[in-house]
Structures are given as C-alpha cells and as structure tokens.
C-alpha cells in the first residue's frame, strides 16, 4: 500500500468517526428527537436538566416554535407560557437555513434552547435534576419547509457531566455536526500523519 492510499484510509477513518452513521446522544442528557412523521413535523423533548454551572438571566413568556438560522427550538403550550431564562452554555447557533415558524400543537413542559441569543428555557420554579417531557407539531410541514439540517445538535454547560446537556436529534440517522474544533483537530491528525509519512521516505532514501 502506497503512502498516499494509507493518508487516503486515515482520512476516511477520521471522517467516519467525525461525521457518518448514527450518534448517541451523551448519556442523561435533555434529548429532543424532531422527525417527519406522515405529513407533520414533530418534536419530542424528555428528560433532566442540572443546572448546575448555568446562570439565571431572567423571566419571560414564550411559545413552542422553531427557528433554525439562529438555532432556536421550543417545545410545549403554544399558548404564551411563562419561563425562567438560564444562559452559561456552549454549542450550535443555528441547525439550518429556516426562519420563525410557530407549531400548531404541543403540550407539556415549556423547554426551549435559543444558540444565538445563550439562552435556555425552562419552566417557572424548575428544580434541578426534575425530569421534563414536551411536545410539538407543525402541521404540513418537512424538514425542507421548515428550513432544517438533519443532524444531531449539542449544547453544554459546567463540567458536561450527566444531565448537563441538551442535545437536538433531527431525523432518525442524524449524524453529529462537528464544531470548528473537531474539524481543526481532523486537520492537525492529518497533517501529522503526513509529515510521518515524509520522515519516513527521507530515511529510506539515506
């Protein structure tokens, strides 16, 4: 095998492990699956949140609804719902091209995650390590109509430990979406594996 075929097979390898086949969300985390289901989009969120590590940043009212170019998504009432805003958190700022779009139904909790703006939504008086379930449906609608990227989508906060993650899932063989610095470490592994290579035919040629 020659030395490009074998940088050819490291970066194939890398590339699998960075972005192809089914992801697991992290274990105990808040995990909203949004899937086509007949004509409808909807979106199922359950599970605990820790708070730990986050920052209370106020209260407000909000409503189930999807806004992918600054990665937003709320599930739960699509009446007014009172919430308490928490802000600390790293991740995605956008999951696709889309603009505001309100669901037609939800129910249960009101939890929502807003990239661009560090905010997450949670329910008034919400206690630490509670667990959430919520709901929403737009009606009539695709992953292309709405404007979103299938992926699987992460944001993190404190020690990232259990319960300190909410992760959206967007389509049933969602793959990871790398952040900037997953992409730079595939590129230093590369560059690594490249200049081993060099070192090697310089040898050989001594």
Known sequence: MTFLKRIAGAALGAT?????????PPARAYVVML????????????????????????????????????GAIVTGPTDATSFTRYSGYTGSTKFGSGTEVVANSGSGDIVGILGVEDALELPDHYVSGDSLSSTATW???TFATLGV????????????????NFVLIIGANAVLVPEPASTALLGTALAGLLLAGTSRRTRHSA
Request: charged share 10%; aromatic share 6%; proline share 8%.
């Open 149 to 164: 990227t299938p992926g699987t989508y992460v944001w993190s906060w404190g020690d990232e430990g259990p319960n300190q």
């Open 35 to 70: 899937e086509e289901v007949g004509s409808d989009v909807v979106a199922t969120g359950s599970g605990p949140i820790n708070l730990t590590g986050l920052n209370f940043a106020g209260a407000s009212t909000d409503q189930s609804q999807i806004i992918p170019d600054i």
């Open 139 to 141: 009606l009539n609608k």
């Open 16 to 24: 699998l492990l960075l972005g192809s086949g089914p992801i697991s």
